[in-house]
């Protein structure tokens, strides 16, 4: 069985940082890949990252590019994401999510249960 446990969550200010945790089980990072999906209030999830297990490529969507950075170690199947210069608009419930890569899309199927990211302007 597939779970994912997301952690770190809370209210920061803007320009602040945040650093989310992300621990899996029913699946290693050797096989598939992990990555971030958010959703914030009245819109669509949407993915905002992945690291592949392939090969270690990352995507970053345009919102979060040059500001989020995802990691993970395959030893521990944890995965994060280090949240640096939030904006308001970031503020979002952010999932943790299996994902996968291919040229020009990318596949989420599995996510936790998210938390909270708030940032207050």
């Known amino acids: 069985e597939v779970q994912l446990v997301e952690s770190g969550g809370g209210l920061v200010q803007a320009g602040g940082s945040l650093r989310l945790s992300c621990a899996a089980s029913g699946f290693t990072f050797d096989e598939r890949g992990i990555g971030w999906l958010r959703q914030a209030p009245g819109k669509e999830r949407e993915g905002i990252s992945c690291?592949?297990?392939?090969?270690?490529?990352?995507y970053y969507a345009d919102s979060v590019k040059g500001r989020f950075t995802i990691s993970s170690d395959n030893a521990k199947n944890t995965a994060w994401l280090q949240m640096n210069n939030l904006k308001p608009e970031d503020t979002a419930v952010y999932y943790c999510?299996?994902?996968?890569?291919?040229?020009?899309?990318?596949?989420?199927?599995?996510w936790g249960q998210g938390t909270q990211v708030t940032v207050s302007s």
């Open positions: 690291i592949s297990s392939s090969d270690g490529k990352t």
């Open positions: 999510a299996r994902c996968d890569m291919k040229p020009g899309s990318r596949y989420y199927d599995y």
